[in-house]
C-alpha cells in the first residue's frame, strides 16, 4: 500500500501564498515515482474537484482554469514528493486540498483515475 501524507496548509490573507507537500510512503511508495499525481479540492457543500495534475516525469502539466496561472505543481521524485505553490490566493480557494496517485504514469484530471489519496490538508483564505 502507499500513504499520501498533506502538509502546509494553514490560514494566509487574500492574495497571500501557500505551498502544499505531499509525501508517499509505503511498501510500494518507489512506484509512485512512475505514477502521474494530482491535487484535487473540496469546499463545503460542494463536490470534490480538480486542481492540477502532473505527469511521472514533470513533463506534462494540467490545471483547472480557476487556478491556472496562479497556482504550480511540481514532483521531486528522489523524495516522493508532489508540491502545490499557491499564489495570488482568492477567498474561493479556501477547500480542503487533497493529493492523490494516478494508475498510470500520465497526467490526468479525472478523479476515477487516481488510486491513492491523501486526507486532506485544509486551506483557508480570509479577507
Known amino acids: 500500500q502507499v500513504q499520501l501524507v498533506e502538509s502546509g496548509g494553514g490560514l494566509v490573507q487574500a492574495g497571500g501564498s501557500l505551498r502544499l507537500s505531499c509525501a508517499a510512503s509505503?511498501?510500494?511508495?518507489?512506484?509512485?515515482?512512475?505514477?502521474?499525481m494530482g491535487w484535487f479540492r473540496q469546499a463545503p457543500g460542494k463536490e470534490r474537484e480538480f486542481v492540477a495534475t502532473?505527469?511521472?516525469?514533470?513533463?506534462?502539466?494540467s490545471y483547472a482554469d480557476s487556478v491556472k496561472g496562479r497556482f504550480t505543481i511540481s514532483r521531486d521524485n528522489a523524495k516522493n514528493t508532489v508540491f502545490l505553490q499557491m499564489d495570488s490566493l482568492k477567498l474561493e480557494d479556501t477547500a480542503v486540498y487533497y493529493c492523490?496517485?494516478?494508475?498510470?504514469?500520465?497526467?490526468?484530471?479525472?478523479?476515477?483515475?487516481?488510486?491513492?489519496w491523501g486526507q486532506g490538508t485544509q486551506v483557508t483564505v480570509s479577507s
Open positions: 492523490a496517485a494516478a494508475r498510470s504514469s500520465s497526467a490526468t484530471d479525472s478523479a476515477s483515475q487516481y488510486q491513492y
Open positions: 509505503g511498501r510500494y511508495v518507489r512506484t509512485i515515482s512512475n505514477n502521474g
Open positions: 502532473i505527469s511521472w516525469r514533470g513533463g506534462s502539466t
